[in-house]
């Protein structure tokens, strides 16, 4: 079972975004374009294969991707022109599928995969997947273990089923389970906690030292913040500078001489603030909370 995401963003036909998506959700499928007026329906991959190479703006690897990788019970993330996030369940691999309506209302939905819906609010969904949005690819994979256990947990919370077994067995502790996206989260969420006030837009400046920059509101010091999971070690001596720092390794693989500027999380620290306000947290980490236990 893998997982995946798509974006349903149509470049041809005179359908917008949101008359193509309601399309896909009415008939409970998702697809890409590139239709072939000379075809009726068919599953035969190189029958479509040779009529659309006499397209001119034939895109066949993205077509071709779909009828390679897209199998039965695959997980696909997908989100209207809303941002509603949607976790679909893959009931069928690839089809050309042309109906009477994409032709009338020029839908440029052709190439599909049949899959079952499931709403997701925004704070159910792992960073991991939501970042994988920003990519401009229609289609790929979400190359991380934990959001697919996550998927799949969440899939089988969703439907009241166990239909996937989830593997626990790399996964012992919530820093564990939570991404770098969330495992940032968790320490901006802490430091608001502790009186602090995050710059929103230093968290997409370009920059390895930090991941945002966090201000005091009542001395009005600044504070540089770095998070780290995995085996990503956080050396002190990198972070000397007139400002304070704050840093988080998630495996506390903190290295280097003490530091008068530097502050390093513990890992006790994050998990006692994760306890004490687990009703005020992202259901997404309550889920994984969950699958720990």
Known sequence: MYLYRIHIRPKGGEADMQTTFEYCLKNKFLGVGWPVNSLSNT???????????????YKLHICAYINKWIKDEDLVWTRDYDGQYYLTQVKSGWEYYRSQESKQKDIDIANIFRCEFQ????????????????????????????????????WNKIVGSKYYEIDKSKYKDIFMMLDDQETEDLVFMYLQSKGWWILPNSRSRDTWKFEYLAVNPKTGEIAETQVKTGKVELNRENYRSNNKVFLFQSNEQYIGSEVENVICFSREELLNFMNKYNSNLPRSFKIKKDIIS
């Open 43 to 57: 599953i035969d991959w190189d029958q479509y294969k040779r009529e659309a190479k006499k397209r001119q703006d």
């Open 119 to 154: 709403k997701v609010e925004i704070d159910m969904v792992p960073g991991k997947v939501v970042a994988s949005f920003r990519a401009p690819r229609t289609i790929q994979s979400i190359g991380c273990d934990k959001a697919t256990e996550y998927s799949k947990y969440l």
